[in-house]
């Protein structure tokens, strides 16, 4: 895979800068210790705790916790964390029983609060409990796809007096319409039987022979068995205006229509619609309001189309109360011009974390949201997943000379050097229904005058970029480009524009060598990928993915440009459903049972164990099935059935056997790059604060401010850092990492306030998520005898692994140091990078230095006395004759100590430097003005003083 320096993988960044708010409101001056998380009384109340509730032995309340506040809980020393759910207005209630610890006599209750930004809380309570009560035991809460579900405790209740207990059992609470029934109640250990989908709460009451009782309460999740990849949702179901699930129906009322479900179960607990109009979608804020105490509810809005500017006003609002980031201009627009539209998020949100799509008027978009809502192991919570990502190649080899081929989600778009042109730009701009709306090459370069190609170049690519819905654009530069003109100039604003780096493409000077390449969009969450030599790419080529944000964009992850296995692997998870081959369904039970499954099951469908049983030694049940010989007799299937059967059989068996040994040898570098991990981030987190001295108000709120706003500018779209060699893995993050978790943000980005000290557990879970991610593709591809024939063939022949991980994990290992140093320092560079040297220093780029006699004060040179390790040379703008300008540009903030080369050599030095590597990332990919706001600087190498010749560039 290409190195972030190289692919400007701005993934990576976006999930530095969400990090970096609360890291730099951390950082301590220069010189101080390194800030442990501090102890902050009041951060939580425990309002009440009660003995003998109805629901347990002991009930805690505690208020005052937000959502991001993690809450553990020890009972006797033993953690007892599951026992305690959110409720609402930020209190979460526990119901403490037997099996939790506790016992008769004194119990020690602790309880510890862990806020994002390092502070906690804690607090303990001791509770006595006398021998003349017994103390209740249900068992932990249970998360199934049964509908059979014997329940009880492991540890049992408990007896003061040695007495023998009586337990009864009764449904407290269960889903409309139910036929459920408790068999054997008055055991301790009940059947619950015909349950359907949805949420059982079952009370369990022991008695002594005294007559005193406990209680405590038991919740059963009730899911549906939805093969891995989840169940198919549709917002809008096409030609119609339904909201669908699983082919389902959910709701079809009209006007603004919603539903709400129970995300442990995907239930729908609530739905109808409302007139299009404000009235009605004030009912739609006062519907989420209902849900927001917790993160257990999803809602999904969606509309064919209203005419009312209010209505859109306060649908604006609606979609921040389910997380989402406030709509654009475009996206106002068009809800006022009453265009379709679909919402998708959990009541009560943090801001980022919902799903839009919004189609714009004149252009193609599909206001369906197509996707799966699929279980998530780790949280035991569905959410919403787009796994089908299209790939792209900006230049397929291999192709004749004087034309460029890209190809796009399977299929490929072609364009020549005609009429005696001798260069150009390939460009295709792709909408969010990946249909191709543009595909033309624009020459640059040939006989004559070239200035005129120019104008027409730069034009046709404002045209492009600006076609309605802003299409996800990829261009590829063909033949030797030079730039002829001022025209230039105006080609360069777009490529910013489209977020790319407007110096590297300035770089295209008719070299052999030169090239560039750029998948991007005007607007987008994430800045654009982009290749070229200037870049430290010698491809100048990109082969990846597109990924949908939660505001339904396409966004590029740049693959590497040596091998197609991440491609790959994601085609094969992205094509069709393709069912298994019929087989007889006698002889494929006599076989699954000959392997040890369904023993005492009548039928077994064996193509389902594939992924309930993913986990098996497969190998081994390979050549149980190759050994296997027709029983004779009159086992209800032929000889012949049995024969094509068992052939089939083995060929799905062999694959499923492939691909488990492929994905656990792609998990394992995950596992072992935790190990080092916490090293290497202490080094470099101690690099920076060595080298930051904010100065006075470096703790104000216009810091905070200024620090919040480099995280905004990127979106709230985030993902992982990528390692550049493992073949395989960035797949994984294509496919994986957009599993929305309960603050909606990626999994390697999920926590926005990380202070510095605790990158190193954050980047340790954030293995821990690809290892489940992992998990996940790899269920999806046993589920499916399209894919698992695919990839089971081909991990036999082009998809090898190295023969050691240890490559894949020092790459994983400097991945993680990348993320570590752009977290820290993108928002921390214009306070590592100062431009104004101690006063009285004569190559000072303050420019008013002291007098030192009559007349104005003296200038100096702006380069002259700067580091060079933290300043760039660039072609930034070229004049009517095709002359270049060259000017430096470095970061300035009015702070007043200059950086030792520490921080520039950590960034900036090879990865192969002696004696103390770097990390090798480009500086001119860091230092351009998307990462930056009003510190970057431009100066002529001939600027003498700080009034016109040493210029700001600002973002967008």
């Known amino acids: 895979m290409i190195q972030p320096s190289q692919s400007r993988r701005r993934v990576a960044r976006a999930a530095a800068l969400g990090a970096a708010v609360g890291v730099l409101a951390a950082l301590p001056p220069s010189g101080a210790a390194a800030a442990k998380p501090a102890h902050k009384p009041g951060i939580m109340t425990v309002s009440s705790v009660r003995v003998g509730t109805s629901a347990a032995p002991v009930a805690i309340k505690v208020r005052g916790l937000s959502r991001a506040t993690k809450l553990r809980v020890w009972v006797n020393g033993r953690r007892a964390d599951r026992a305690f759910h959110k409720v609402r207005g930020g209190t979460r209630v526990g119901a403490l029983a037997a099996h939790d610890g506790l016992r008769f006599g004194r119990n020690r209750i602790r309880l510890r609060a862990d806020r994002p930004d390092g502070y906690h809380d804690i607090e303990t309570r001791t509770v006595r409990l006398a021998r003349s009560t017994p103390i209740a035991s249900a068992g932990g809460d249970v998360t ?453 499954f369904c023993t005492d099951q009548p039928t077994c469908d064996l193509r389902r164990l594939y992924w309930k049983q993913y986990g098996q030694k497969w190998l081994g049940k390979k050549s149980t099935l190759e050994t296997s010989t027709y029983p004779g007799g009159n086992p209800g299937f032929s000889e012949q059935e049995f024969r ?50 904010p100065g006075d108000g470096w703790n104000t709120t216009a810091w905070k401010l200024q620090l919040t706003s480099y995280a905004v500018k990127v979106g709230v779209f985030a993902g992982p850092p990528a390692s550049y060699v493992f073949e395989g893995m960035s797949a994984v993050f294509g496919l994986g990492a957009f599993l929305s978790n309960e603050t909606g943000r990626a999994t390697l980005a999920d926590k926005v306030q990380t202070r510095a000290d605790r990158l190193g557990d954050q980047l340790a879970d954030s293995y821990d998520a690809a290892g489940n991610n992992i998990d996940t593709l790899a269920l999806i591809v046993a589920s499916d005898w399209g894919k698992l024939r695919v990839a089971g063939s081909r991990v036999d022949n082009e998809w090898a692994l190295p023969p050691r991980d240890g490559k894949a994990l020092i790459e994983l290992r400097r991945a993680a140091r990348v993320m570590a140093a752009k977290t820290l320092i993108t928002a921390a560079y214009p306070s590592l990078i100062m431009a104004k040297p101690p006063v009285g220093d004569a190559n000072g780029l303050e420019c008013r230095e002291p007098k030192t006699g009559k007349g104005p004060p003296p200038s100096s040179h702006p380069w002259s006395g700067m580091n060079a390790n933290v300043q760039v040379k660039v072609a930034d703008t070229i004049d009517g004759q095709g002359r270049w300008t060259r000017k430096g540009v470095f970061m300035a903030w009015s702070q007043s100590i200059w950086p030792s080369a520490a921080v520039g050599d950590m960034l900036f030095k090879p990865l192969n430097a002696r004696p103390t590597p770097g990390l090798g990332l480009s500086k001119l990919d860091l230092m351009q003005p998307f990462n930056f706001q009003e510190p970057l600087r431009l100066a002529t190498d001939n600027a003498t003083h700080c009034g016109s010749d040493i210029k700001p560039i600002w973002n967008r």
């Open 144 to 596: 199934t796809t049964a509908r059979t579900i014997t329940v009880g405790p492991k540890r049992a209740a408990l007896s003061g007096n040695d007495d023998d207990l009586t337990s009864q059992w009764r449904i407290v609470q269960e889903p409309a319409g139910s036929d459920a029934e408790l068999r054997d109640a008055d055991e301790t250990r009940p059947t619950l039987t015909d349950a359907e989908t949805g949420t059982y709460v079952l009370r369990h009451t022991v008695r002594d022979s005294d007559g005193s009782a406990s209680n405590d309460t038991l919740t059963i999740g009730v899911r549906p068995d939805d093969p891995p990849i989840g169940a198919a949702l549709h917002t809008i179901e096409p030609g119609t205006a339904r909201i669908t699930i699983d082919g389902r129906t959910v709701v079809d009322k009209g006007g603004l229509q919603y539903a709400v479900l129970e995300r442990a179960t995907r239930t729908v607990v609530k739905s109808g619609g409302f007139d299009p109009n404000k009235e009605g979608a004030a009912s739609l804020k006062a519907v989420a309001d209902g849900y927001a105490a917790t993160d257990d509810h999803m809602m999904i809005v969606s509309h064919w189309g209203a005419r009312d500017p209010l209505a859109a006003e306060r649908l604006n609002e609606l979609l921040q109360r389910l997380g989402g980031a406030p709509l654009n201009k475009e996206e106002m627009t068009a809800l006022y011009a009453g265009q379709p539209f679909t919402f998708i998020g959990l009541p009560g949100a943090p801001r980022g974390s919902a799903w839009t799509k919004i189609r714009f008027e004149g252009g193609e978009r599909d206001p369906d949201i197509d996707a799966y809502l699929q279980f998530n192991d780790a949280t035991q919570l569905y959410d919403v997943v787009d796994l089908r990502h299209p790939t792209f190649d900006t230049r397929v080899p291999g192709k004749p000379a004087g034309t460029n081929t890209m190809r796009l989600n399977g299929s490929e778009q072609t364009a020549r050097l005609d009429g005696g042109v001798t260069a150009g730009i390939h460009v295709v701009a792709l909408n969010d229904r990946l249909r191709v709306v543009e595909n033309k090459l624009l020459a640059t370069n040939g006989p004559g005058d070239d200035t005129g190609r120019q104008a027409s170049m730069a034009g046709e690519l404002r045209r492009i970029a600006d076609i309605p819905g802003h299409p996800t654009v990829l261009l590829q530069t063909v033949g030797k480009v030079k730039a002829a003109g001022a025209a230039w100039n105006d080609a360069g604003e777009q490529i910013a524009r489209l977020g790319g780096n407007r110096w590297a493409f300035n770089e295209l000077q008719g070299q052999d060598d030169a090239g560039y390449a750029l998948v991007g969009r005007v607007d987008a969450d994430l800045p654009a990928v982009d290749a070229s030599r200037a870049l430290d790419n010698d491809a100048s080529r990109l082969v990846g993915s597109l990924a949908r944000t939660r505001r339904n964009n396409f966004e590029p992850l740049v693959e590497a440009t040596t091998g197609s296995v991440s491609t790959a692997l994601t085609d094969v998870v992205s094509q069709a459903p393709e069912a298994f081959p019929a087989v007889n369904a006698a002889a494929m039970t006599y076989l699954a049972k000959r392997l040890d």
């Open 644 to 693: 094509a059967t068992q052939a089939q059989l083995i060929d799905e068996v062999r694959a499923l056997a492939n691909i488990y040994t492929y994905f656990e040898a792609l998990k394992r570098p995950f596992e072992k790059a935790q190990r080092g991990t916490q090293v290497d981030l202490r080094d470099i987190t101690n690099t920076v604060k060595r080298e930051l001295n």
